[in-house]
C-alpha cells in the first residue's frame, strides 16, 4: 500500500518566514540567512556510533530520459502557465490540494518553492510508486518535521492514521528550515537514514529526531521495538550530492533529490539543471504526469 497524507493546514511561502510557529522544546533547525550565500559549506560529520563517513559521489552516464530536451509545444505551454491569467486560476487539482498560477510562479528562476508546489510533486512521486518496478514510497507533508521537533510523537501520531508506514520501502521527509529546504529519507529497505542538503550543512540532530520518531511509530502502531543501534545515519556530505550555486534552488534540488532517490537512481544532476528542472516541473505538475514515465 503507497499512501500520502496531507493535514489541514494552509500552505506558507518559503520566503515568509514570519509565518511559523515558534518552536517548543526541542528547537527547530533555522538557516541563518548569510549561510545562503556561502554555497560549499563542508560538513563536520558527528563521531556519534551511528554516523558514518562520507564517500564519493557517483558519476555514471547522465540517462536520457531525466534530461530529455522539452519540445516546442511543451515550452510554449509552460511560458503560457507562467505569463497569461490571472494569479488566483487553479492549473492543476490532487492530493487535496489546488495549485494556482502564483503558485507555479515560484517555479520561475530565482523564485522560492512554496509548500504547496512541495507538497504536490511530493504526492506524483508517491502516485509513480504505485507502478511496478518501483519502490514503495510514503511522503511527509512539509508541514511534519516542523510539528515533529515542537513536541510528543503524540502530537503527530495523527498524521498516520490509517496508515502503516513500515510497508513501505522509501520515506521522504521535506523540511522547511525556515529560508531553506532539505530533505530527509528514510531507507527501510537498508535501515539507513539520509539527509540531503544543498547548502553541505549536516542534519545529524535532525536524523535523531527522525529515529526517535519511528521507534515510537513502531511501538504503538505495531508493538514492534526499532533497535536503534541497526540504524545508520548519515548527513550526505558536499562531495556526495551536488550543490546549489544560488540562493533560491533548494527547493528544486528537494523535488530533484526525492526523484531520483524514489526511482533508486543515482544522483547526477548538477546545479546547471535548475533552470531545465524549474520548466520540466511545470509540465509535470499541470499535466500530473512525471515526464520519465513517457520513456519507460
Not at 534530461?67 to 487539482?93: N, Q, Y
Not at 550543512?201 to 536503534?228: H, M, P, W
Request: net charge negative; hydrophobic share 35%.
Amino acid at each position: 500500500m503507497v499512501s500520502y497524507y496531507t493535514p489541514p493546514e494552509e500552505s506558507h511561502g518559503q520566503g515568509k518566514p514570519g509565518k511559523r510557529a515558534a518552536s517548543v522544546g526541542q528547537r527547530e533547525a533555522e538557516v541563518p540567512q548569510a549561510t545562503l550565500f556561502q554555497f560549499h559549506v563542508t560538513p563536520v560529520l558527528s563521531k556519534d556510533l551511528f554516523f558514518v563517513d562520507s564517500e564519493p559521489l557517483p558519476r555514471p552516464e547522465k540517462p536520457a530520459d531525466d534530461l530529455a530536451p522539452l519540445t516546442e509545444a511543451m515550452e510554449s505551454e509552460i511560458s503560457a502557465a507562467f505569463d497569461s491569467g490571472e494569479p488566483e486560476d487553479v492549473l492543476s487539482r490532487a492530493f487535496k490540494l489546488a495549485v494556482t498560477r502564483e503558485d507555479i510562479c515560484t517555479l520561475q528562476p530565482l523564485g522560492w518553492l512554496n509548500d504547496r508546489i512541495m507538497n504536490f510533486y511530493m504526492g506524483l512521486l508517491v502516485e509513480r510508486s504505485k507502478k511496478e518496478g518501483y519502490p514503495a514510497v510514503y511522503a511527509f507533508n512539509t508541514f511534519f518535521y516542523s510539528k515533529l521537533s515542537s513536541a510528543s510523537h503524540r502530537e503527530v501520531k495523527k498524521w498516520t492514521k490509517g496508515v502503516d508506514i513500515f510497508e513501505h520501502d522509501v520515506i521522504l521527509v521535506p523540511i522547511h528550515l525556515r529560508v531553506h529546504w532539505t530533505l530527509l529519507v528514510v531507507d527501510l529497505r537498508e535501515k539507513t537514514i539520509k539527509y540531503f542538503d544543498s547548502l553541505g550543512q549536516k542534519g545529524d540532530d535532525i536524523c535523531k529526531t527522525v529515529l526517535k520518531y519511528l521507534e515510537e511509530e513502531s511501538k504503538e502502531k505495531r508493538n514492534i521495538e526499532l533497535t536503534a543501534s541497526e540504524w545508520t545515519l548519515h548527513s550526505m556530505g558536499t562531495e556526495e550530492i551536488p550543490q546549489q550555486s544560488n540562493g533560491s534552488d533548494c527547493g528544486v534540488f528537494v523535488c530533484k533529490f526525492a526523484d531520483f532517490i524514489s526511482r533508486d537512481k543515482p544522483i547526477i544532476f548538477t546545479p546547471e539543471h535548475m533552470p531545465y528542472f524549474r520548466r520540466k516541473m511545470v509540465w509535470e505538475i499541470i499535466h500530473q504526469q512525471l515526464l520519465g514515465d513517457m520513456h519507460c
